[in-house]
């Protein structure tokens, strides 16, 4: 058993992989043993989280997940906790090894109870798991509410009750609190529990493969990269070797998203940071950093050694550029209202489609609401499977895709999405989307692949906003100067 962290490298997989896993696995073992080792491995983590509880309550469905719960019951009264087992479902209808384990429970002692205990130290979710086929309603739906709602420490058994395993979609409306939350992940790691609802629902996850190495045949629908490899720049390096990024962005009054991007990218190691301002009146000099150079859009050298980050700030005017920029920027990084124009032009979608044919690297960085747009869809389409959007996007035109929000995805045609594991709330302020457009556009010029590019810049991203001082607020200039790490 280990703990899940933003170093992790692993491969995640689906609903209907995870079933066939087990069922090869069970076959292949005694009977309940999978079960056993699960029920064994829960309590084992709800000891290390309450090792001093008096009383553990663990919710148990009909299902194996409640299975597993009866299991850890069992363990856990083994060794002198107070176990208040409450159960949903009739004992003649569950699966044959959940009732075994239900049988077992009752002979060693556990107590049971038709209503929660008073006062609890550890919450235990072994309601569903995986085996959610609709809304949860009734007694379950209340548990699970009483669960989330109190102060104690809450720990779901295989998955949080209620989530989606392969989106991260939760069908119950369940607020952050202040009480921790823990997730033991079993057999295989889940989507859902790192994207959309899932951070929120599932806490601390943790992870046990229960003896079972998934076969090579079971492809994993997205993966975990982990921390960036460190980049060292050769000695005799200057700063033509290190690229140059081009931002085309800031039109009237939103120039500061401009100056943010290319203050992300040359903090992050651009060798030279043009800005093509979109506001006639834009000074052409910042006295903040001079490193920074100015261009008029018309005059900008779209040549194959720059890399362009577009979009950060561009309004309506955007659209004007657009034609060039997709038609001449060999690398490039198309952000906010760049992605706007696009969702509603035919012609530049077919523009954009066209760069992968010539072997040009591009990245998208939609939020929600801007995927929804370039897919025709609604923001809530989007975010009820993040996953399947990015892919979407992806294979729709052809660059790597950056879906932004919580459990960020990284999408790229014939390649399994990557989910980001960094990152908290504290990036929910203005314009520290337009410091990942340039932290990605740096990784471009330095001659990254596009996906690649976009999957260290978004961890790094991440990475800041988790180590940040919690003294002090995060913003997006200060955000921008920390880029390179």
């Known amino acids: 058993m280990h703990r899940i962290t933003a170093d992790s490298v692993a491969s995640l997989y689906d609903t209907a992989a995870t079933r066939r896993i087990e069922r090869d696995a069970a076959a292949a073992l005694p009977p309940r043993t999978l079960m056993q080792r699960a029920g064994l491995a829960v309590a084992r983590l709800a000891m290390a989280i309450a090792p001093d509880a008096r009383t553990i309550w663990i919710a148990c469905g009909p299902g194996n997940n409640g299975g597993d719960g009866f299991e ?35 002979r060693a002692g556990v107590a049971f109870a038709d209503a929660p205990p008073g006062n609890y130290a550890l919450a235990v979710d072994a309601l569903l798991g995986i085996g959610r086929s609709r809304e949860p309603e009734g007694q379950l739906a209340n548990w699970l509410r009483q669960m989330h709602g109190g102060t104690a420490p809450l720990l779901a058994v295989d998955l949080p009750s209620g989530l ?60 975990f990269e982990g921390r960036p490899a460190e980049h060292v720049s050769a000695h005799a390096s200057h700063k033509g ?35 093509a301002s979109l506001d006639p009146d834009s000074p052409m000099y910042d006295p903040v950093l001079p490193e920074l150079m100015f261009r008029r859009p018309e005059a900008l050298d779209s040549a194959a050694s720059s890399t362009i980050v577009c979009g950060c700030g561009g309004g309506m005017a955007v659209r004007a550029v657009l034609p060039r920029v997709l038609s001449s920027a060999h690398a490039l990084v198309l952000d906010a209202d760049a992605l706007n124009a696009i969702a509603l032009d035919a ?13 040009w690297r591009t990245v998208l960085t939609p939020h929600p609401l801007e995927a929804a747009r370039l897919l025709d869809k609604d923001t809530a389409t989007v975010q009820s499977d993040r996953l399947r959007a990015a892919m979407q996007l992806a294979e729709n035109f052809g660059c790597t895709v950056v879906l932004k929000g919580s459990g960020t995805v990284i999408a790229t045609p014939g390649e399994p999405p990557a989910i980001n594991l960094t990152g908290n709330a504290r990036l929910a302020t203005a314009g520290t989307g337009d410091v ?23 961890w790094q991203h991440g990475a800041l906003a988790d180590h940040w001082p919690a003294t002090s607020a995060l913003t997006a200039s200060a955000l921008a100067r920390g880029s390179g790490g």
């Open 72 to 106: 850890a019951a069992r363990r856990l009264h083994q060794r002198g906790f107070g176990v208040v087992v409450t159960a949903v479902g009739a004992v003649d209808r569950m699966p044959d090894d959940a009732r075994a384990s239900y049988e077992a429970a009752r």
């Open 164 to 223: 989606d395993a392969d989106t991260g979609a939760h069908t119950l409306a369940l607020q952050p609190t202040g009480s921790p939350r823990h997730c033991l992940a079993l057999l295989t790691l889940k989507p859902g529990l790192f994207t959309a609802q899932g951070r929120d629902a599932a806490g601390e996850v943790w992870f046990d493969d229960l003896g079972c190495i998934p076969p090579k045949t079971e492809v994993p629908v997205a993966r």
């Open 241 to 275: 070797t290190r690229g140059d990024v081009a931002v085309v962005g800031g039109a009237s009054g939103m120039v500061g998203a401009s100056r943010l991007a290319a203050s992300a990218a040359l903090h992050a190691g651009a060798g030279r940071v043009v800005v």
């Open 347 to 359: 012609s530049l979608q077919t523009q954009l489609r066209s760069r992968s044919a010539r072997g």
């Open 436 to 458: 990942l457009a340039g932290m990605i556009g740096a990784r471009l010029a330095s001659g990254q692949s596009a996906s690649v590019a976009a999957r260290d810049a978004v």
